[in-house]
T-cell receptor
Framework: GAGVSQSPRYKVAKRGQDVALRCDPI?????LFWYQQALGQGPEFLTY????????KSGLPSDRFFAERPEGSVSTLKIQRTQQEDSAVYLC????????????FGQGTRLTVV | TQLLEQSPQFLSIQEGENLTVYCNSS?????LQWYRQEPGEGPVLLVT?????EVKKLKRLTFQFGDARKDSSLHITAAQTGDTGLYLC???????????FGKGTSLLVTP
């Protein structure tokens, strides 16, 4: 596609439910990033993939958060046993280079945990 | 963590006015980026500044990188309603790949 695509755009989950958020990066982009953006805040780094390798997951808030990019293209961010504090917009970004240059962001998935 | 502080947090002005927003840090950054984010959308890159003292212009937007590469400013001349949005500055972290974002300046331009 022409840009980074994320799905679903909106997700409402009951507390304790597992969710999976999908990111389709721009074709051929080597780097893929996940960020979390709370209301009224700037995005915060969660994790980074270079092709299929997860090189940095230091920003993941807890072991309930898991991300994968098995074939070096589509990525999934999974949150187990969701809690209210997980409510945020989850942004995916991709970049054609191995280091952060221009990052192309998707529209994000707004997760609301009730 | 290299913190970026943005000011003001909110700004409401009328069309035609000029404004400046600031991005400050105690840390040195190899580069800083400015993004604009509209409601329900992801951030869109406006500019990257790399060299201390650098000034870049994008139509009515002027970006400046401080001499010490610790701060940056964005000046908008003759604001238009289409300039409304959240302006975020971001610096490349020590990792070399992740961005540290400020909290942003929310700009509202009214007719």
């Amino acid at each position: 596609g022409a840009g980074v695509s994320q799905s679903p755009r909106y997700k409402v989950a009951k507390r304790g439910q597992d969710v999976a958020l999908r990111c389709d990066p721009i074709s051929g982009h080597v780097s893929l990033f996940w960020y979390q953006q709370a209301l009224g805040q700037g995005p915060e780094f969660l994790t980074y993939f270079q092709n299929e390798a997860q090189l940095d997951k230091s920003g993941l808030p807890s072991d309930r958060f898991f991300a994968e990019r098995p074939e070096g293209s589509v990525s999934t961010l999974k949150i187990q046993r969701t809690q209210q504090e997980d409510s945020a917009v989850y942004l995916c970004a991709s970049s054609p280079r191995r280091i952060q240059g221009e990052a192309f962001f998707g529209q994000g998935t707004r997760l609301t945990v009730v | 963590t290299q913190l970026l502080e943005q000011s003001p947090q909110f700004l409401s002005i009328q069309e035609g006015e000029n404004l400046t927003v600031y991005c400050n840090s105690s840390s040195v950054f190899s580069s800083l980026q400015w993004y604009r984010q509209e409601p329900g959308e992801g951030p869109v890159l406006l500019v990257t500044v790399v060299t201390g003292g650098e000034v870049k212009k994008l139509k009515r937007l002027t970006f400046q990188f401080g001499d010490a590469r610790k701060d940056s400013s964005l000046h908008i001349t003759a604001a238009q309603t289409g300039d409304t949005g959240l302006y975020l500055c971001a610096g490349l972290s020590n990792s070399g790949y992740a961005l540290n974002f400020g909290k942003g300046t929310s700009l509202l331009v009214t007719p």
